[in-house]
């Protein structure tokens, strides 16, 4: 790498409300965001809630001559929503689905008939390896009575971890999406802890790469409500438009992240947060198995007594008008059941990998030198063995 190297890297990411027959002047806009991307050649667009693939491919179509790269991650009934469009050519790419995501019985959110995921992409710039990372986590709908906390703080668990494991081959890290979280939740605190990032808006300064490199971010944009060319808004959420610059740094000047005692700390203390959360989570779903198990067994011998009153010759009408609502009971409740079950071993397999990695954190906090206990003046290290 030359002493005066230097990349620089421009990036677009929108949320862009593209839900069929729901968000108003869908058509539009798409073809105004098309405009908007030509106009400005970014050399990353990454975009979410792109839920049709037709809206993916107008916009691949229109934006050929600049982003000669593309790709629509696929997941879910109705999708994952998540694409991009790149100057560069890209070498890889793969994408992850996120276990829990929301509950099928609430319909009116909608979040369960989506795949949400993350998605990776690999470029090459310039002798670089560039992790580029797309995600859309479940939406936050009550802040102050948050049912979806613990799917939330699960998937923020797991998209951690698809970083951590994927990216250890990687020269930079860029993760950009709509995390429905605010700066200090436990999700972003955590996804931060375990992967390193910062976050390109309140850390300008150092961002997650290897040693050598030096990356900052010398502009950073949002737009206002209003699309900058034409007034009028691109989507119901704001656009995110950063300029990243990547240089040589001297060994002796590289930022690398710091794995001291306050850093374990501070990793340790979130990881027990999410490890309660999940845990209550889970607590939460298997009580609504309990319940609907109870709600199948009802059913059950609401069925059994219906088919006694058939076979005795009963009231034939009883039976015929119980029947029906009797089977849909125990099938309702059945897929009910086997949904909250599925919902509490997703959330125990992540409570796991998280307790696994929470004693791993408090091994190394006991064994780092900066946890034993110092020699007062004048001891031998012979008279404090004698005392233990």
């Known amino acids: 790498m030359k002493p005066n190297f230097t ?37 990353l667009a990454l975009l979410e809630e792109v839920w049709s693939e037709q809206d993916f491919q107008d916009l691949r179509q229109k934006l050929l001559p600049t982003y000669p790269a593309a790709h629509y991650f696929r997941s879910g009934i109705i999708g994952s929503g998540l694409c991009v469009f790149s100057k560069h050519p890209i070498q890889e790419f793969t994408q992850h689905v996120f276990t829990l995501n929301g509950y099928p019985y609430m319909i009116h959110h909608g979040d369960w008939f989506c795949g949400k995921a993350v998605g990776l992409l690999v470029l090459h710039l310039s002798g670089l390896v560039l992790n580029a990372y797309v995600t859309h986590l479940h939406a936050e709908y009550n802040r102050q009575k948050d049912v979806y906390l613990a799917h939330r703080v699960a998937q923020a668990w797991e998209l951690a971890q698809f970083i951590h494991h994927t ?76 300029t990243l610059c990547v240089r040589h740094s001297p060994p002796q000047h590289t930022s690398s992240p710091s794995h001291g005692p306050a850093e374990r700390s501070a990793l340790i203390s979130v990881l027990r947060e999410a490890w309660t959360e999940l845990d209550q989570g889970m607590a939460q779903a298997l009580w609504w198995a309990t319940i609907t198990g109870y709600v199948i067994g009802l059913g059950l011998l609401l069925l059994a007594l219906l088919c006694a009153l058939a076979v005795g010759g009963g009231i034939r009408e009883v039976v015929i008008l119980l029947w029906t609502p009797s089977v849909g009971l125990v099938l309702g409740a059945g897929a009910v059941y086997l949904f909250h079950v599925q919902e509490a071993k997703g959330l125990c397999r992540a409570r796991a990998e998280l307790q696994h990695v929470l004693g791993r954190a408090r091994e190394a906090q006991d064994l780092s030198p900066e946890s034993q206990p110092a020699l007062q003046p004048g001891r031998q290290e012979g008279d404090r063995a004698e005392e233990q």
């Open 7 to 43: 990349l620089r890297l421009r990036v677009f990411n929108l949320n862009c409300w593209g839900i069929p027959y729901l968000s108003k002047h869908r058509a539009d806009r798409v073809k105004r965001l098309g405009d908007f991307l030509n106009m400005e050649s970014f050399d």
């Open 167 to 242: 990216s250890k081959k990687a020269d930079m890290v860029l993760l950009c999406g709509d995390l429905n979280l605010h700066p200090k939740d436990l999700g972003c605190r955590l996804l931060k802890e375990w992967t390193g990032l910062c976050d390109a808006y309140l850390e300008t300064r150092d961002f997650k790469a290897v040693s050598g490199l030096y990356i900052s971010c010398k502009t950073f944009k949002t737009t206002t409500g209003h699309d900058p060319h034409s007034g009028t808004p691109l989507s119901d959420h704001e656009a995110l438009m950063a």
